[in-house]
């Protein structure tokens, strides 16, 4: 389903807005990178919405407002990668230094950190029970294919 491109009045309008829209975002958050995607995916959003619903009375705040809120997403969704791989780093430096591994006990079981791993909500449900019961029920891959 292919869109029609926006007319040229609106097209013109966009192409004058953007420096400033740019500036705008890179002034308040001080990240020209991000700035730069907040502000594409808000003249994709006006570049749709514009043709058939009209040009608001003032494009320039409203592509602002627009833009300023896809940036805080971004940012918002980059701060929570970074505090997942800080996270994982963390996990792998304390697992990967021998002195800092858990002292195995007689009683310790694993089964339960396997499980947990085979479960993650990343993978497929398919994925989830043939990896459960190759890791932690012990089964052939020919096992769980006729199963």
Same mark, same amino acid.
């Given at each position: 389903m292919r869109r029609p491109p926006p007319d040229a009045g609106v097209e013109h309008l966009l192409r004058t807005e953007a420096p400033q829209v740019l500036g705008a975002l890179t002034r308040r958050f001080? /990240?020209? &990178? #991000?700035? %730069?995607?907040? $502000? +594409? %995916?808000?003249?994709?959003?006006? =570049? /749709?919405?514009? !043709?058939? %619903?009209? #040009? !608001? +009375?003032?494009?320039?705040?409203? @592509?602002?407002? $627009? =833009?300023?809120?896809?940036? $805080?997403d971004l940012l918002r969704a980059e701060q929570a990668r970074h505090r997942r791989e800080q996270e994982v780093g963390r996990t792998e430096l304390a697992l990967g230094t !021998? %002195?800092?591994?858990?002292? !195995?006990?007689?009683?310790?079981? &694993?089964? @339960?950190?396997?499980? @947990?791993? *085979? *479960?993650?909500?990343? @993978?497929s449900p398919v994925s989830q029970v043939a990896l459960t019961l190759r890791a932690v029920g012990g089964l052939t891959t020919a096992e769980i294919a006729r199963a």
């Open positions: 001080g /990240r020209f &990178d #991000v700035a %730069e995607d907040a $502000v +594409q %995916e808000a003249l994709i959003v006006a =570049g /749709r919405r514009w !043709p058939a %619903e009209g #040009v !608001p +009375q003032d494009p320039r705040s409203w @592509l602002i407002r $627009v =833009g300023y809120r896809r940036m $805080v !021998p %002195e800092r591994r858990a002292a !195995p006990t007689g009683g310790t079981d &694993d089964s @339960l950190t396997l499980l @947990l791993l *085979c *479960c993650h909500p990343r @993978l």
